[in-house]
């Protein structure tokens, strides 16, 4: 855990603590528990949210006590509703597996001790969510997956990886700015029932138009409840690589496979997986 995510989850735990009662203090130590490794880190992130102005700590014998402010009450808030961001968590888990693999001396993190200790916005991520983000960098060719006991037990980056790492861009910035190697220059032509144009690379949307990729990706996100909840963080993620049209074609037909097999046997989805069938062989070529 990162003092940083330490940070959220105290913020989160001393409003429900207080019942939203800004000034009262409370101790760190109540949140720690007698885990002194993360009491230690509690009292790192009480000092860094006064820093940022969220909550006032008082030095006691020991310990911290620690006072949650009308600011830090907006800020947990916020945080509260950034958690619903199905797309931003799923990011953020395919940000940090490439971050945590590319700090090891082999390029490796272990998926387990993934799980146990990654956090977005100070709440743990569901394992199921690990495993899709650590598939879909496998996808991307960013990383390789080892299996032990019938189970994926680490990822490893690809030189691709490593590139990604070192660019300074999230996964899906650095995904989508890549060009085949073989391409020459890129024209963006719509081509519904015509041909196009010869001795260049061109990018083709047949058949499909931008309204109905829009209404597709409306009907998608209403399906998205029908599905388990477990699934449905990762439906929402690749419904929006899917929408993203700087997403090279393998990743948004990927993304698009994906739906497919999710919403196979969600009920009303039939006009959905229409459109979406077009749309997959569009991207299929």
């Known amino acids: 855990m990162t003092t940083e995510g330490i940070a959220d989850a105290l913020l989160i735990w001393l409003s429900t ?3 939203r009662w800004a ?49 830090g009450l907006c800020e947990a808030d916020r945080i509260l509703a950034e958690r619903d961001n199905h797309g931003a968590r799923f990011s953020h888990v395919l940000d940090q597996l490439i971050a945590q693999a590319f700090a090891s001396p082999d390029g490796t993190v272990g998926l387990q001790m993934f799980v146990a200790s990654t956090l977005y916005l100070g709440e743990h991520v569901d394992a199921p969510v ?24 680490s990822l490893t980056l690809t030189p691709r990886g490593e590139l990604c790492a070192m660019s300074g861009k999230n996964a899906r910035q650095y995904v989508g700015e890549q060009i085949p190697a073989a391409a020459g220059p890129v024209f963006n032509q719509n081509v519904y029932g015509g041909t196009a144009a010869q001795g260049v690379h061109v990018t083709q949307n047949f058949g499909v138009q931008a309204d109905q990729l829009a209404d597709l990706v409306r009907q998608l996100r209403g399906l998205a409840p029908a599905l388990p909840q477990p699934d449905q963080e990762e439906f929402l993620y690749d419904v929006e690589v899917l929408e993203d049209v700087e997403q090279t074609p393998e990743a948004r037909l990927s993304s698009g496979q994906r739906i497919m097999a999710a919403l196979n046997a969600a009920p009303g989805a039939q006009a959905a997986l ?11 070529g």
Not at 136 to 148: C, H, K, N, R
Not at 278 to 284: F, H, P, S
Request: glycine share 10%.
């Open 274 to 284: 229409a459109i979406l069938g077009q749309v997959i062989g569009t991207l299929g």
């Open 17 to 19: 603590r207080t019942n």
């Open 130 to 153: 690990i495993l899709r983000a650590a598939r879909t960098l496998a996808d991307y060719g960013l990383a390789v997956l080892s299996p032990a006991d019938g189970h994926f037990n």
């Open 23 to 71: 000034g009262e203090y409370v101790s760190v130590k109540e949140f720690a528990g007698d885990n002194e490794t993360l009491l230690q880190r509690a009292e790192k992130a009480a000092w860094l949210l006064q820093e940022r102005g969220h909550v006032w700590v008082l030095e006691t014998s020991g310990c911290s006590d620690v006072a949650i402010i009308d600011s």
